[in-house]
């Protein structure tokens, strides 16, 4: 590719970010676990964004569903998930001694298919972990539904998701235990960091564990002495994350609004059989669309400086978790679906550029 090529991810960055971390660094306070400064300061903001009970931050989107699951005793235990996610949706069931139940998303939106949930449900399920996919929320009212009635923890995958809603409510305020990623490609960027918010009548005392538990188990800490009464993992975020998040979540909506304006767009003018639909509430993280000969559209638009992703290889083909069932959709996207960019750095000739290439390569 040529200088000018056109990323698949791309971080927005302004004046804001770059002042804010050159106040990190003259500060000599750069990381704490106990979360305080910044760290405690974008906890709040974007507990406030999201209309959550608590909001807990940590290092990465892995840590987060690592932590989160550990809340519902899944040892042994049952955890219903897509195959079409990021390795770490998995990962994080089997770090808290759980099994992976693998069901087929929708064949238009690539969520998790409540129907095919229900299918799944045994004695030993303990929790739901749908992943809100490309930022495209998932239909919680039936998950949340099916969670009531067979007793089972909610716990999201919005890694991303940072500003998308269900149903006008942001994604954050829905399950039990909601889990975001904040990777420089993601919608909310940083170095690296996660967070978990929390909902009801059990935040308080989830919160209260997740704070022991993201920095190596200390708790009842009084001045410099400190207590550890359980396990825990070295997961906090540090300074210079939380303030590059202070400055993206201050522009979140915006650069989301970005994003919808260009997959409207693609919607509307890219020519295939199948693509993402339109939906004012998706976040649109990157937008996909199905092409049959994927290798070579890849290749040519690489000669023509458009960088295209693939989202993803489903976890059930993968040789740690290869296993030999039938996930129809879920196949069929693993041998076709393709990303596109959809940053808010694009310009309105490269989004022209992409769809015209687009339509020629497919």
């Known amino acids: 590719m040529g200088k000018n090529k056109i990323k698949l991810f791309d971080p927005v960055i302004g004046k804001e970010e770059k002042l804010i971390i050159q106040q990190v660094l003259e500060s000599h306070f750069w990381a704490s676990g106990a979360g305080t400064g910044r760290v405690g300061e974008f906890e709040t903001k974007f507990n406030e964004y999201v209309g ?6 940590v290092n ?23 195959s079409l996610s990021f390795v770490s949706t998995a990962h994080a069931v089997i770090y808290n001694g759980g099994k992976p139940i693998f069901v087929d998303v929708d064949p238009d939106t690539m969520c998790i298919d409540p129907n095919n949930i229900k299918k799944e449900i045994s004695k030993k399920t303990r929790v739901i972990l749908p992943v809100h996919f490309a930022g495209m929320p998932c239909e919680m ?19 991303h998701a940072a500003g998308a809603t269900y149903k006008n409510k942001k994604i954050g305020s829905h399950g039990d235990a909601i889990c975001f990623s904040f990777h420089p490609v993601k919608n ?6 996660g967070a978990i918010t929390l909902i009801g009548n059990r935040s308080k005392k989830f919160y209260d564990l997740l704070k022991s538990r993201r920095w190596c188990g200390i708790s009842n800490r009084k001045g410099v002495t400190y207590e550890v009464n359980e396990l825990g993992w070295n997961y ?13 979540l201050q522009k979140l909506d915006q650069m989301n609004k970005r994003r919808k304006e ?13 693509k993402m639909p339109f939906n004012k509430e998706c976040s649109y993280h990157f937008y996909w669309v199905f092409v049959k000969k994927r290798d070579g559209f890849i290749k040519k638009m690489a000669q023509n400086d458009v960088e295209i992703g693939i989202h993803y290889t489903p976890i059930h083909k993968m040789g740690y978790y290869k296993q030999k069932i039938s996930l129809k959709n879920t196949d069929l996207a693993g041998q076709r679906i393709t990303s596109l ?16 290439l687009t339509n020629k390569f497919v």
């Open 236 to 248: 906090y975020m540090n300074e210079f994350s939380a303030a590059i998040g202070l400055a993206q």
């Open 141 to 159: 009212n039936e998950i949340k539904e099916l969670c009531y009635e067979h007793n089972l923890a909610l716990v999201e995958d919005a890694a």
């Open 341 to 356: 960019p959809t940053h808010p750095n694009l310009t309105d000739s490269d989004v022209d550029k992409i769809i015209e």
């Open 60 to 82: 990465n989107g892995t840590a987060a569903l690592h932590l989160a699951l550990s809340l519902f005793g899944i040892q042994n235990k049952e955890v219903i998930l897509p």
């Open 52 to 57: 959550s009970d608590y909001c807990i931050t």
């Open 188 to 193: 909310l960027a940083m170095p690296t960091g």
């Open 262 to 274: 260009i997959a409207k767009r693609y919607s509307r003018e890219i020519n295939v059989d199948k």
